[in-house]
Structures are given as C-alpha cells and as structure tokens.
C-alpha cells in the first residue's frame, strides 16, 4: 500500500508574533517555523498504518526552514521517501497555493491513501487536504482520528460535532484529513534522526507558486484589548479570596 | 450574479447546530446591503421539519437517501450542481468538522475563492470586508472579500443563536437532487458516546482544565474544586488526547458546547477550537501563567498565579464559604 | 619448647595424604565451578577494558575488600561483618603459615609460634561476637532491606560450625597435650577444661580429636565445592569488581554510549548488551541492602530498589543462561526481568553507588537501560514534551530560548554578554534559574551578589543551552551531544577565566563530562566554591552575622558526586549562622527526587515524597527555622514541600546565596 503524506509548517506561537511594517502579514524574520501539529499526527498515522500492514511512506514538505529535520525524524519514525518542493516563498503561502504544489507530485506518486493534517491554524483559506483532494478527483474525509485499510477500501473514524463520532466506509484512493492518529505521536531520539541523515535523501523538487484562491488580508492585528478580564490582583490567599466572593456573588456558593 | 446569500444549514441526527443560527444572523444583517435574499440550504432525508426555525427568506430543501447522514462527498456534489446554475454573492458554511470539508472541495472544485475562520462580515466603502481569527486566536486578520461567487467558513463571533430563529417559519422549496449516484464515502454507523457519565452541556457550574493542569496528577486539584463547589470537571483536546478525561468531557470544536452560569478555566490557553464552544457561559474565570493568552479577552475574571497553587486554597475557601 | 606439630594426633602416613588429596579435590571442584559461573559474563557479556593501573587497582582491592571501609560506614553490621570475615582472613592466613612450616621452612616455634596462636584464639572469639550478632540481626531484628531467605541462614550456618568445629580441634588437642603455653590459646583452653573434667582417658580424647579434625577439613572442603553457588560467591566477585572499577572515573561522569565496529551504537536491551564487569557486578551483589535503604524511590514507595535491580540482572543471567549463549533471540532485559516503570523511578542521586561495600555501580546499569528504552521510544508522554522542548528550545519548559535571559531585564547595570565581551567568569546559568518564574528573583539576586563582590562576570544570552545533564541521565544521549555540541560551539567564541554556575546538575556536566577542548583546561565552579573562596581570601566581606539557625541540604551532585562539602558550609559560617546537620547530611543526603529526569515525568503513586520525608527530618530538628539550598530544583521541590506537610511555620526554605545576599 502506498501512503503520502505531504506536511507543511506554521508560525511556531511560542515565539511572539510581529506584524510586518506593511501590516498585513506576519513578519517573516520573527517567525519561527514548526511542523504543523496536525500534520505530525499525519505521519504519526502513517507509520502506524505502516506498523498494521505494511505500506511504503512517502513524506512530502515544502522547503521551509527546519524542513530538512522535520523530514528526517518522520524518516526515523518509518518514512520511506522524503521529497521538499523548492519554490519562492517570499510572499507567504496559502492552502490553495499548497494544494497546487503537491498535486503533480501526488498524480505521478498514485497513493492510495493521502494523509495531511486536516487544518493550520495560520490558514486563511481552508484545509489544504480538501483542495488537494477535488484537484486530483479524490474523496476527502477531514476530522479522521482513526484509519484501517484494506484492498482498495479504508474504514475511517470521523469527528461529528458534540464528541460524536462515526464510521465511514471510503473507496481508495483518497485523502485523508487527520485530527488525531490513533495514539500520539511517538518519540523519535535524535540519535536516530542522525543516523536517518546520513541513510536517507531527500529529493528536490523545484516548482512555482500560485496564490489564487486563498485572500491576501489588508490588515493584520492582535486581537483588540477592548473587553479584557478584570485581573485579580494579589497572592495566592487574596485571589482565592476574591474568587470565592465573586462566585457568592453569583449564588453558587 | 445574483446577490444572494446562500448558507448551508448543518445537521446531526436531528439537531440543528448553532452556527447555523449565527451565520444566518449574519446573513440577514448583510442581505439588505447586498441587496439580495438569505436562503438557507437544507439537505437531508425527510428533515424538512428541521427548516421551521430558520431566519430565512427560503429554504432550498433536497432530499435523498444519501443526504440522510451527512458526508462530505455527497453535500459537495449537491452544492456544485446548485453553485452551477446560481451564482450567490456568498455561500455561508460552518468552519466545522462538516462545513470545513465541503468547503476546500468546492473551492477546488468550481475554482472559487474561499476565505476561513470569518468571524464577521460587514459592509465597509460599498465592499464586503471580513475579519479572521488566526495562529490559535493570537492574531486577527482584515480582508476584502472578492466580489464574485465567494465561500466563507464561519466561526461563532458577535451574533448569537438566537438571532437566527425564526418565529415564522420560511418558505421550503424543494429542489431536485443532482445524481448521487458512485458516491465513494459512506456512513456505516454512528460511535455512541459513553452515556453514563454526565452531560457537561447540562452542568451550571464547570472547571475547565487545559495543558497549564501539565499532568494527570494535578487533575484531582480541579475534581476537588469541581466538588467544593457542586460542578462538574470538562477539558480541551489535550487533555483528553492524554484519556485524562473521556471525550464525553470534551468541550471544543469536535466536542461540545457548553452554557454554564460559570466557567472556570484552569490553564486554558483561550485558542478558538475550545473558546468558541464556551462563548455562551454567562461567567469565565480564567486562570493562566501567561498574561496574553487569548483566554483573557473572553473571561470576566482572571489572574495569572499558577493554578497548581491556587485550586487547594480556593477549594477550601470555597468549603468554608459553603459550610460557615 | 612451643613449637606447631604439623598434623598433630593425626595417624600417619594416610592422614595428611587424605587430607591433601580431598582438600585439593575440593579445590580443583571449586575452581572449575568458579570457572563456569565466572565464564558466562565473558561469553554473554560485551568485552571491556578494565586493567589500566593494576597497582592502584590492587589498592583498591585492599581498601574495599579486606579493609572493607563501606562496610564499616555503618556501625552494628560493619562491626559484625569485620568480625567474620577478617577472623576469615586470618584463619585463611593461618592455615597458609601452618602448611608453610610444616613443609618448607619452620618458624611457628617459640614466641612467633605464641603470637601465632593467641591471635588465632582472639579472632576466633571475634568471629564468635560477629556470629551472635549476625544471628540476631538475621533471625531476631530482621531488618527489611536484607533478603530473608534460608540460604542467608544455611551459609552463616556453615561459617560458624567451621570455627566452632576448628575450637574444638584445638580444644581437643589441648586437652590432650597440657602443655605449658596453653594459656596461649585462651579460647581453646577453656574449652579443654570441659573435656578435662570430664575425665576422659586419652585414647577417648584422641579419638574425639580425629573426628573433630576429619569432619573439620571435610566441611571446610564441602565449603570449597558449594561457594561458587551459594551467598559467599562474593568473597571472590567482591575482590574481583574491586580491582576491574576504574579508580579514576569521575562519579559525575556516566560512560559514552558503547558502539558497535559498524559504528552503530549498541544498546542494552539483552544481557548480551551489558559489558562482562555488569554482569560480574550482578554477581557480586550480596544483597546486604544498604543501596535500598539509601534510594529515595524505594523510600517513596516506588517499584525501584537497586538491591531487586541487580538481583533480577544476577538470577536472569543463571536462568537464561543456555539462551544468551547460544545465538538465538536473547530474552529482554528491560520489559521482561525488569519492568520500564523500574529504570524510570530512579532519580539518578548515586547514593546507591556510594553506600554499595561491593562497588556496584547502579546507576550506570539504569542509564544503558534508559537509553534503550528512548531508541525505543518506550517514553512517557510528559517526559517526551520535556525532550521535545530541550531538542527544539533548548530548555524544558518548552518557552523560546529567545526569552532565556527576560530575568535579566530588570537588573541594573546591565550584566556583560559573554558572547562578545571578555569576562573572567562565564555565569552558566541554566534553566530553571532562566526561566522559572518562582526562581528568577534569586537569580537576580546572584546577579546583584556577583555586582557587588566586584566580579567581572558575563552571561551566554540566548546563546546558552541546556547544559544537557539530566538529557543524558534519561538515556537520551543523542540530544545530550546535541546541547553539548551547541554550548561548546557557543563557549568557543567567549573569552574567559572560568566558568561559575548555580545549578549542581550543570556543574556536573560541565565539570565532568564536556569535551576538554570546550573548557581548554579553565575550572568550572559552584556559586559556593567562587564566594567561599572570595571569603576566605578576603575579597568579599559578610559584614551582618545573621546569628539564624539553619540546616543545610547537600544536593546530589554537588555534595556526593563531587564533593562540594566544605565550602557551602564555611559560606554560611562566614554569613554567622549557625548550622544543625540533619542527620542524614554530606555523602548521605537524601535526594530531592527531581533528578535523573524524574521532575519531567509523572509522578505516579508515592507513599511519601522524598521531599516531604526530608522536610521533616528539617523540622525534627526543634531549634532549625531556615532550611538552606543551593540548587534551584531543590528550591521548587522544597517549596512545594513544606507546603504540602504544612509545616510553612516551622521551616522557610532558602537558596544560600539568599543568606549570603542578607549578610553583605
């Protein structure tokens, strides 16, 4: 069975983020780039599909910084082919313009099954899962926290609203948003990764962007301060304090 | 191109979501400027019951047997055979496990924009502008929608459910379904939650714990306190990823909506996939480390000492208060 | 004339020819069966070099095992232990010396002879004291941490009836003899007197004299065959792991990962994987116990004792045996014999390797099973975020590391960048002094000490790294060279005299385990070394004599893996306090429980914190208001601590530099 699973990276929000000069979009030098949490459950669920069955992994990752990395640890974890798409990303990436990088390299891989995380929280314009798949003519299941696959169907979990869920039936091929693998993703040392770097490679490929179909914002701003909370000043005693009298005040105590 | 306002009703065994009130109260607050009609899309098998609340100028209804439970595949394809023959000025859908998936289909699909995570959308120099939440609720953005055809993902924002009902029920016209025929997603059959523990949506008093709770041990901090005070414990999508709680607790996007008369959030960083399902608690306390978590700007309260050291003095506080 | 007759009373010429040969039979026994215990850690083990420096090593041997200065740390069983076996050791030499004379040269004649048998006598009468008091420990007292099991019993059982059955030979003897010197022989000659008294003809006496003899040297031959397998296998491993431990390994230096020719590394998820001197060290346990009573995890009530730990390693190295010879599949050490939750509980606090009278180095045996289960990723899920953050951010807290030196913000003038200044001390500072929020006013408190001590000091910025102590103590070398790599390559471009820190765990790594070419020869230093040495010559002055009682808490690698005793003690003299030990103080201080990782994973279920155990050793002490730290983990677990046994209005926990600032 063939899996791919292309990534791709969002402002790491441990770091501050800053407006550009322009203010409309984030600065680039202050942004730090992470793996895109969903898309780490993406491998994760992979290489467990991998681990039930056997499947050859082909991981997919436009070349941003860290992407080297992130390609080798999915390598340690049981990624069999790595590939990084070169392109000019100097003025930003949307979903749409992902989608579009990663559908040529999808028709000539034919995957069975494509596994992306099923939304970035930098996104704009949707899930790049939802676009990649109405471009290659794939069935698209976003919110899938669970996968079993066997000749030519997959039975995937899909999140409903409310903490329900459901059972879907889906031909292959298809993609594959995941909320969640099955279990978190797991541990890779780095001694492992190293030894990934010196056993794998990674295949360039060069493309061009296109950012039609996601919006360039005008303005981009912190949320507005206007409605802030009234901090409790104080120790720990005098908050406690004061919450207790807030919740008299409500009749709950 | 017509000025209509399209909005697709989502949903679940027989409940209508609240986004789809909200986004309906949006619509009809922008119909006027736009000069067209708010028409709901309701598709379903026998659900046109489901239409009598809805603040509508029409509902378009289809019915067919592959629209009895939802799936992606099966709405795309019905809106792309309505999105052919019409051509609204916006087609409204839930940022939402449902509306999230047809919308990156349709995008792609029909090669119309599409803009996510729209909180509001308002008339500004004759143009429709937009407002997102992005990078988890850290970072607002402003747009101008493109005129022509353009799909919106909504998120709770200023409107709430209410303003979408209908006293009146609109007027249901019934559209014919396009082939559904080779579809390749189905439904097999629903999970059942674990219905023996409790209904968090039905709780009045609720403590809400977060990553800032760090580990499964601090968790019986939050029970006490849950206790003391005769609530019951909820979590986010961390927590109950870790199966600290079961996902009956969870409150967020893929979990559920909570109305509490007050909320406790117990290191809650405030990121929209949770604080958009607590918007209709009456109260938020929050309580988190760091000082610019978005958490801040929905609670009422807030204070920034480690919840590890509070929750023991403010559970017998609490005691006290309820005892003496 | 005093003089020895060799095989007194003994009909010759079978006699000696009888003894000889089942003596020597017994012998050979015991070597092959010595042979084949011994010879599985060479075929089962990983080959290792151990033979540098024989001499020191010999020494070694001397101080450990026939000395045995561990042994005598504590008082009833060391006094116990010495009496049986250094009565052992002169018995042995005793019986060397007799066949000696008897054979090649003769000197047990006169006073040599006299000397030779009152020391005998007095140490027979020692290893008797010894007995009682092993037999009332073992069958009356029964402390916990010793294995009470029958074959503990059968040996001190088979020791005792050897000496017992050699007094009455003499006894006989003597009896018989009446000679003039008899007094010389105290022991035995009061025993005679019984036999005397009985009025015994002399063909009696001597025919009990030869039964005592045979059955002496019979049991003493059973002894030979049966050591290899029973509980006094240790008077060889014991020796043996005496001379095979490095004499100069730091203890703050864990070994590198082993490798195998491909360069790959190897890690120890059979037996297979351990080197020969493990799997020897397994056999040397002797399950005395003292490393349990020691752990604080076993103290908390966790699944880890060292003492089960190298039992387990020892009983599946016997068992499993035939399957680690062949090549077949080895069975798993860690998940089979030994369960993860057991190599995850230890806290990596060494006092298990210092309170060890057999030298058994446990920690290092945890350490190569941690590093096998982190290839394997068998990592709970708290502790995976930690290693993810260190390897990302370069702390454990998972906060940017360009937020590392915000602490310093506030404190005025502002301190020297090392990175592009010259400083004389490079200030490490480490992570939870950077970027704990209940730490960073002490650490500007350090700032403001270093100010006005007149320091010329500098900091990495957000150059510095986690200095990777506890990454490697949790098995994750690769990210431990990872940081390593990073704070050398950063320390490369700083010009300086020395680096000065105020966490232990950096200073032990940094000390112990960097390259030699990121320190070039320059000392790393505790806050405690530099401003004791500034005290004492006279550089910093402590004007205010606080007159506080305090007690001290030595952490772990400051005090027992370093030695750091003295100065953090003349510190807190010189600031006027006066110091109570607890009485667990200096090399025995109990662990805090945040090392070896343990404060980035789940605590899971504890019957007491070791912190919280420590807190009241602190408040039984009446008089002590001030419990005094010098390492800011010891800062969180304390604080927590006190509050947690509510003892806030006994005890305040401060760091020393907290004392040292009030006394300027």
């Given at each position: 069975?063939?899996i ?7 402002p790491?929000?441990v770091e501050?983020?800053i407006v550009?000069a322009q203010g409309n979009?984030l ?12 898309d780490d459950?993406?491998i ?10 056997g ?13 080297d ?14 590939v990084?798409i070169t392109?000019?990303y ?8 992902l989608a ?12 069975d099954i ?8 930098s996104?704009?314009?949707?899930s790049?899962?939802?676009l990649?798949a109405?471009t ?10 669970g ?6 169907k ?7 609203p409310?903490?329900?869920?459901a059972?879907l ?9 995941i909320q969640?693998?099955?279990t ?5 040392p ?11 490679q990674?295949?360039e ?10 919006l ?10 206007g409605?802030?909370?009234a ?16 919740l008299?005040?409500?009749g709950?105590? | ?5 399209y909005?697709?009703?989502?949903h679940?065994r ?11 109260a ?7 400027s736009?000069g067209?009609?708010?028409i709901?899309?309701?598709l ?6 489901l239409?009598s ?9 289809i019915?067919h047997?592959?629209l ?7 709405t795309?394809?019905?809106l ?8 609204p000025?916006l087609?409204?859908m839930?940022?939402?496990t449902?509306g ?9 699909r ?10 509001a959308?308002?008339v500004?120099?004759?143009c429709?502008?937009?407002?997102s939440?992005?990078?988890?609720g ?16 909504m998120?709770?924002g200023?409107?709430?459910p ?7 029920a ?6 014919a ?7 390749r997603?189905?439904l ?11 209904d968090?949506t039905?709780?009045a008093?609720?403590?809400g714990?977060?990553?800032?709770i760090q580990r499964?041990d ?10 003391a005070?005769?609530?019951v414990v909820c ?9 600290w709680?079961p996902?009956?607790r969870?409150?967020?996007k ?12 117990l ?5 929209p996939?949770?604080?958009e399902s607590i ?8 309580v988190?480390?760091?000082?610019a978590?978005?958490?801040f ?5 807030g204070?920034?000492?480690d ?18 | 004339?005093?003089?020895?007759i ?11 020819i ?15 069966r010595?042979?084949?215990q ?11 070099k151990?033979w ?8 070694r041997?001397?101080n ?10 504590q008082?009833?069983p060391?006094v116990?232990h010495?009496?049986l076996a250094?009565?052992y ?14 054979h090649?040269?003769?000197?047990l ?19 008797l004291v ?9 069958f ?5 941490r ?7 019993a ?6 005792v009836?050897i000496v ?8 006989f ?9 008899a007094a010389w022989?105290?022991?035995g ?13 002399e063909?009696?006496l001597?025919?009990?004299?030869i039964?005592a ?18 509980t006094l ?9 005496a001379?095979f431990?490095?004499?100069d ?7 590198a990962?082993p ?6 590394p ?5 037996l297979r ?7 020897m060290e397994s056999?040397?346990c002797?399950e005395?116990g ?8 076993h103290?908390?009530?966790?699944v880890?004792?060292p ?37 995850w ?7 298990c390797?210092a ?10 045996l945890?350490v190569?099973m ?14 995976q ?9 370069g702390?454990?807290f ?6 590392r030196?915000?602490?310093?913000l ?12 010259a ?9 939870y002094?950077?970027y704990n929020?209940?730490?960073?006013e ?9 100010q006005r001590?007149g320091l ?5 910025y957000?150059?510095?790294?986690n ?6 103590r949790?098995?994750?070398e690769?990210l431990?060279?990872?940081?390593v790599?990073?704070n ?22 940094l000390?112990n385990?960097?390259?030699?070419d990121?320190l ?39 005090g027992?893996y370093?030695g750091v005793?003295a ?9 006027g306090?006066?110091?109570?030990e ?10 805090c429980?945040?090392g ?9 279920e504890v019957r ?15 008089s ?5 730290v010098?390492c ?5 677990m ?5 509050k947690?046994?509510?003892l ?8 020393l530099?907290e004392?040292?600032?009030e006394?300027?």
């Amino acid at each position: 069975m063939k899996i791919a699973v292309p990534v791709q990276f969002v402002p790491d929000l441990v770091e501050e983020l800053i407006v550009d000069a322009q203010g409309n979009r984030l600065d680039p030098y202050a942004i730090r780039w992470i793996l895109n949490e969903f898309d780490d459950h993406a491998i994760e669920q992979a290489v467990i599909l991998k681990e039930k069955g056997g499947a050859d992994i082909t991981v997919i990752a436009p070349d941003f910084e860290g992407a080297d990395d992130a390609l080798f640890a999915a390598a340690a974890k049981g990624a069999d082919h790595l590939v990084k798409i070169t392109a000019d990303y100097d003025g930003g990436i949307n979903a749409h313009a992902l989608a579009r990088l990663f559908a040529p390299i999808l028709d000539g891989l034919k995957p069975d099954i494509i596994l992306t995380g099923v939304q970035a929280h930098s996104s704009l314009d949707g899930s790049a899962g939802a676009l990649l798949a109405e471009t290659l003519g794939l069935p698209y299941v976003g919110y899938v926290s669970g996968i079993d696959a066997a000749g030519g169907k997959a039975t995937v979990r899909k999140e409903y609203p409310g903490g329900l869920t459901a059972i879907l039936d889906v031909t292959l091929p298809a993609v594959f948003g995941i909320q969640a693998a099955e279990t978190p993703p797991r541990y890779v040392p780095i001694t492992k990764v190293r030894q990934a770097m010196k056993t794998n490679q990674i295949d360039e490929e060069s493309q061009d962007l296109d950012l039609s179909g996601g919006l360039e914002p005008a303005r981009m701003y912190p949320p507005e301060v206007g409605q802030r909370a009234a901090m409790l000043e104080g120790d720990i005693d005098d908050v406690a304090e004061k919450i207790a009298a807030i919740l008299s005040d409500q009749g709950i105590l | 191109m017509n000025n209509d306002i399209y909005v697709l009703i989502e949903h679940v065994r027989g409940q209508i979501a609240d986004i789809s009130y909200i986004m309906l109260a949006q619509a009809n607050q922008l119909a006027p400027s736009t000069g067209g009609k708010v028409i709901a899309l309701l598709l379903g098998q026998g659900a046109q019951g489901l239409a009598s609340d809805l603040a509508a100028d029409r509902v378009a209804y289809i019915d067919h047997p592959a629209l009895a439970e939802f799936t992606g595949e099966a709405t795309q394809r019905v809106l792309a055979d309505i999105l052919a023959r019409e051509t609204p000025r916006l087609v409204l859908m839930g940022d939402t496990t449902i509306g999230s998936d047809v919308a990156g289909m349709l995008s792609a699909r029909l090669n119309l924009p599409l803009v996510s995570a729209c909180r509001a959308i308002r008339v500004e120099a004759g143009c429709l502008a937009f407002t997102s939440q992005t990078c988890g609720g850290k970072m607002m953005a402003d747009g101008v929608l493109p005129t022509g055809t353009t799909l919106v993902l909504m998120v709770p924002g200023a409107f709430k459910p209410d303003q979408g009902r209908a006293a009146k029920a609109p007027a249901v016209e019934t559209l014919a379904a396009p082939d559904l025929g080779g579809l390749r997603v189905s439904l097999k059959q629903y999970n059942e939650p674990a219905s023996e523990d409790v209904d968090i949506t039905r709780e009045a008093i609720l403590v809400g714990v977060g990553r800032g709770i760090q580990r499964e041990d601090n968790l019986e901090l939050a029970q006490e306190l849950a206790e003391a005070l005769g609530g019951v414990v909820c979590a986010t999508r961390p927590v109950v990823d870790q199966n600290w709680l079961p996902t009956t607790r969870l409150v967020g996007k893929s979990g559920k909506t909570v109305k509490p008369k007050v909320y406790i959030a117990l290191g809650i960083s405030g990121a929209p996939e949770h604080s958009e399902s607590i918007t209709g608690s009456e109260m938020i306390i929050a309580v988190n480390t760091d000082a610019a978590a978005p958490i801040f700007d929905m609670a009422k309260y807030g204070t920034t000492i480690d919840l590890l050291d509070l929750l023991p003095v403010l559970s017998e506080k609490v005691r006290q208060a309820k005892s003496g | 004339m005093p003089e020895r007759i060799d095989f007194w009373g003994i009909p010759q010429p079978w006699g000696p020819i009888l003894v000889y040969s089942i003596v020597m039979l017994a012998f050979l026994v015991m070597l092959v069966r010595f042979y084949r215990q011994a010879s599985l850690w060479w075929r089962v083990g990983r080959p290792e070099k151990h033979w540098d420096q024989p001499l020191k090593r010999l020494l070694r041997v001397f101080n450990y095992s026939i000395v045995q200065v561990r042994v005598l740390g504590q008082r009833y069983p060391g006094v116990m232990h010495a009496a049986l076996a250094w009565a052992y050791f002169v018995f042995f030499m005793g019986t060397a010396l007799a066949t000696i004379n008897g054979h090649f040269f003769v000197f047990l004649e006169g006073s040599p002879y006299l000397a030779y048998k009152l020391i005998l006598d007095l140490f027979t009468v020692f290893f008797l004291v010894g007995a009682v008091m092993a037999g009332y420990r073992r069958f009356v007292t029964r402390p916990s941490r010793l294995t009470l099991e029958p074959r503990f019993a059968w040996s001190l059982f088979f020791i005792v009836f050897i000496v017992l059955n050699g007094l009455l030979v003499e006894s006989f003897r003597l009896a018989i003899q009446r000679p003039a010197w008899a007094a010389w022989s105290p022991a035995g000659w009061a025993l005679a007197q019984l036999w005397i008294a009985t009025g015994a003809s002399e063909q009696a006496l001597h025919g009990w004299h030869i039964s005592a003899y045979f059955t002496h040297f019979l049991t003493v031959s059973a002894l030979f065959i049966t050591i290899p397998s029973s509980t006094l296998f240790h008077m060889f491993t014991g020796p043996l792991n005496a001379f095979f431990s490095d004499p100069d390994r730091p203890a703050g230096r864990l070994p590198a990962m082993p490798q195998n020719e491909k360069g790959e590394p190897v890690y120890a998820d059979s037996l297979r994987k351990l080197t020969w001197k493990q799997l020897m060290e397994s056999d040397a346990c002797t399950e005395c116990g003292r490393c349990q009573d020691a752990c604080p995890a076993h103290a908390a009530g966790m699944v880890l004792s060292p003492k089960e730990l190298m039992v387990a390693v020892r009983d599946s190295l016997h068992k499993d045996s035939p399957r680690l010879n062949g090549n077949g599949q080895a069975p798993a050490l860690v998940g089979g014999a030994i369960p993860d939750a057991v190599v995850w509980s230890c806290t990596t606090c060494g006092a298990c390797d210092a309170e060890c009278p057999m030298l058994i180095e446990h920690v290092d045996l945890v350490v190569d099973m941690r590093r096998y289960l982190v290839s394997e990723g068998r990592v709970d899920n708290l502790l995976q975020d930690a290693l993810s953050n260190l390897s990302r951010y370069g702390n454990s807290f998972g906060q940017s590391e360009r937020a590392r030196s915000k602490w310093s913000l506030p404190v005025q003038p502002k301190i020297k960048d090392a990175r592009k200044e010259a400083v004389e001390y490079l200030w490490f500072v480490g992570d939870y002094a950077s970027y704990n929020p209940a730490l960073v006013e002490i650490t500007r408190l350090t700032a403001e000490v270093f100010q006005r001590a007149g320091l010329d000091f500098g900091i990495l910025y957000e150059a510095e790294r986690n200095s990777g102590n506890d990454a490697r103590r949790v098995g994750e070398e690769g990210l431990f060279e990872f940081l390593v790599e990073k704070n050398s390559a950063a320390l490369a471009k700083c010009t300086f005299k020395a680096i000065v820190t105020t966490d232990p765990h950096t200073y032990n790594t940094l000390k112990n385990e960097y390259p030699a070419d990121a320190l070039g020869g320059r000392p790393v230093l505790h806050y405690t070394e530099l401003l004791d040495d500034l005290v004492t010559s006279g550089k910093l002055v402590l004007q205010k004599k606080l007159g506080e009682r305090v007690t001290y808490h030595d952490p772990c690698y400051l005090g027992r893996y370093n030695g750091v005793y003295a100065a953090p003690r003349r510190l807190l003299a010189a600031a006027g306090c006066e110091l109570v030990e607890m009485p667990r103080h200096g090399p025995h201080a109990l662990c805090c429980s945040a090392g070896g990782g343990r404060i980035w994973m789940e605590e899971g279920e504890v019957r007491e914190r070791p912190s919280e155990n420590r807190m009241r050793e602190a408040a039984a002490m009446g008089s002590v208001k001030t419990f005094v730290v010098s390492c800011p983990k010891d800062i969180v677990m304390y604080r927590d601590a006190v509050k947690t046994t509510s003892l806030e209005d006994r005890l305040v926990v401060k760091d020393l530099i907290e004392l040292v600032h009030e006394a300027m």
